[in-house]
């Protein structure tokens, strides 16, 4: 069977590519497109790692066809870096050190970038359940909670 | 591996017609959060997936004359981002929200937390409670199923061969109405019901119960209304001899089995205890809502 030609954006760019159904967005973006910011983690919606938007909403990539994804727009971790600077979430991980082995952190930083757009001032709670989706196994959360919290009141001020 | 034959309806009729004619194994797609896994695990190996992504009205919700339709393969999110749904239907949000993470909650869809049938669906004890119907689309046309018609044994539901849900309608609410919904799991979130209550009240003008729908998850091969824990309510102040009756009324309709994530006793001391606890909660939220 042919495959199917999708036609997307991603981080703002229009791409085009060649998918078989079974493949997920996730597989499309690393192994199709060569965007490997995004990670694989279980590959079955527990871990985030994988965590992208569609059309503006949190998801896994591992839980979407890239069939899909025709038509939308979708957002990875490559297009969070502003211009040649990083945008102030990753400035807070590096700065609180949150992060150690490096393979949840795309898929917090897309998704706590997620939860400052539709809560811009989240108590430390709400930072925890939004980004219970996220399994970290290096840093007990403590410091991504305090980088989170840190780049929100930053970009609050800013 | 030869590949998957994809398509996108644009209505439900056409959907059901892909289905219902499908020779090999034929699938609906919605938020894709149970299937995808259940493809990548070599459970399902469909012919035919058939995305219902783009059909209008199972991607929607709409209100008429106090009666909500949601459309059965809208997000969780999307539903939990509705002010109004919220405000009328908060036991039903208490459930929704509590289906997975806020990513799985961006795909994953009520329609398909009822229709995949899994015993411990949190959304179902709480819709059932609600007097939620699912509309069905299928060869021979639409029926109305009440939700707690649909499931009928671990992953199997009573739709046929070629029918879909479409949507979920819920009943005008009267003035005086509150619902809760409560589980019970090992810790907060992410996890899987080892009990689930849902109950829905309706108060008179004297803050006597007139109405009321209890439903049960996790506690039998599928999730149950409860009669005889709602009438342990109706013509009662839901006061602690009420509660004390319909939490024995609860434990008591339980036929739950052991498994690693409760044994049958605890899920029938359990199923009580959280009865009392979702009527007291549906209670003070009847009072506010008058």
Known sequence: ?158 | MSDIRFETPATAEAAVALLAGATGTAKLLAGGTDLLIQMRGGMVEPALLVSVKNIAEMNMIATHAGEFRIGASMSCMALIENADFVAAWPGVIDAVKLIGSVQVKGRASVGGNVCNASPAADSVPALIAAGARAVIAGPDGRRELAVEQLGIGPGRNALARGEIVTSFILPRRPARSGDAYLRFTPRTEMDIAVVGVGVNITLDERGVCCAARVGLGAVAERALLVPEAAAALVGTAVDDAALARLAGAASAACRPIDDKRGTKAFRIKVAGVLARRAAEIAKQRALEAS
């Not at chain 1, 996730?26 to 871990?47: A, F, H, I, Q, S």
Request: proline share 3%; charged share 25%.
């Open chain 1, 1 to 158: 069977m042919a495959k199917h030609h999708v036609t997307t954006t991603i981080n703002g760019n229009p791409v085009e590519y060649l998918c078989e159904t079974r493949q997920t967005l996730l597989e499309v973006l690393r192994d199709e497109l060569d965007m490997t910011g995004t990670k694989e983690g279980c590959g079955t919606g527990d871990c985030g790692a994988c965590s992208v938007t569609l059309d503006g909403r949190l998801v896994c990539s591992c839980l979407v066809l890239g069939v899909e994804a025709a038509g939308k727009a979708v957002g990875t971790i490559e297009g969070m870096a502003e211009g040649g600077g990083l945008h102030v979430l990753q400035r807070k991980f590096l700065e609180h050190a949150a992060l150690q082995c490096g393979i949840c952190t795309p898929g917090f930083l897309v998704a706590a970038r997620s939860l400052l757009e539709a809560n811009p001032d989240p108590s430390e709670e709400e930072v925890r359940y939004w980004l219970a989706g996220n399994l970290c196994r290096c840093t007990g959360y403590q410091k991504i909670i305090e980088a989170v919290l840190d780049a929100a009141r930053e970009m609050r001020e800013a």
